[in-house]
């Protein structure tokens, strides 16, 4: 399993793609692949919505995740 914390924008189908090419992938090899995309309102508090910042402790986020894992 992997975990990564990134700053900058990426794209998470391209992502998949790479690891999946990188290991030349056995038919069957990869049981389940899961990736989460989500999305929000266009709008709080009658404003509109412009971007969106993600707030975390660089390290202890990480730590945590991969205690998850």
């Not at 090419?21 to 692949?33: K, M």
């Amino acid at each position: 399993m992997t975990v990564s914390v990134r700053a900058e924008a990426f794209d998470p189908w391209a992502i998949l793609a790479e690891y999946q090419t990188a290991r030349e992938a056995a038919p069957g090899q990869f049981g389940a692949t899961a990736v989460f995309v989500g999305t929000m309102r266009e709008f709080s508090a009658g404003d509109n919505v412009q971007s969106m910042v993600l707030e975390h402790y660089p390290g202890m986020t990480e730590k945590h995740l991969e205690k998850i894992c």
